[in-house]
């Protein structure tokens, strides 16, 4: 009775320290608490949105895991809002550790559409709890599955020095109830001029499958700064009808100063 207890207990303890230790670890020296970035949307020569995407200055728990809070709000500005009144806020809580998120929440106004979801994830098990007006589901999901936000922070986190051109990253995302296997291709380095100067990036381009709204499977491109911060700093959008372009416009708490010349 007592070695079946023993080895009861044995069992127990290593499931429980499998469970404490099944996060991967990623090295992360591309951002921290308290980061602050501010973009500027112009569709042609109309100045049409704002966004912030900001990193709380305190670390939070989440599932019992510390996180980064990253809080991204977007808003059309002046007389692109007759067109598209948007005003949108995603919040991901980032484990500090395995770069995944551990929590979701979005709300959406966009003209009349409303939507408010908070997801809940339980990486062990491999499971997302969606929350809406509808109640809760839960939705099986992949390892390390991302959300749209803490996917872009861990593309931040990526070597791109062991890639070549036209080498794919993919990423599994979890939005609106699904998995998508977000794919992301290199293209290599560039240079470019922000309003702070000319800087050395990276480019990169999330292959996009068909739609109404996108031209192409190539049609997002994003530059990103070619230092440890890997910053987004332009990202140009070819639409059916026009195109948007999004240029950094204020900052502040990088982990590394920007090399500008």
Known sequence: MLLRLLLVGLLFFGMAFHAKDSYRRVVNTSFDSGEYF????HYGLFNAADATVEIAPEVQAVNGRPCYQVNVVGK????????AKI??????WIDT???VSQKFYRNVRENDYRKTETVVFNHPNDAAFVTDENGTKQHAVPNNVQDAISGYFFLRTIDYSKLNPNDVVSVPTFFENAVYPLKVRYRGKEVIKTKYGKLNVLKINPIIP???LF???NSIRIW???DSNKVPVKVEVDLWVGSLVMEIRNYRNTK???KWF
């Open 215 to 217: 031209k192409g499977e």
């Open 210 to 212: 068909d739609n109404q």
């Open 256 to 258: 590394q100063d920007f």
């Open 38 to 41: 501010e973009y500027r949307v």
């Open 224 to 226: 990103m700064s070619d």
């Open 76 to 83: 059309t500005l002046g007389a692109f809002s007759w067109f």
């Open 97 to 99: 550790s395995a770069i």
């Open 87 to 92: 005003r949108n806020q995603w919040v991901s």
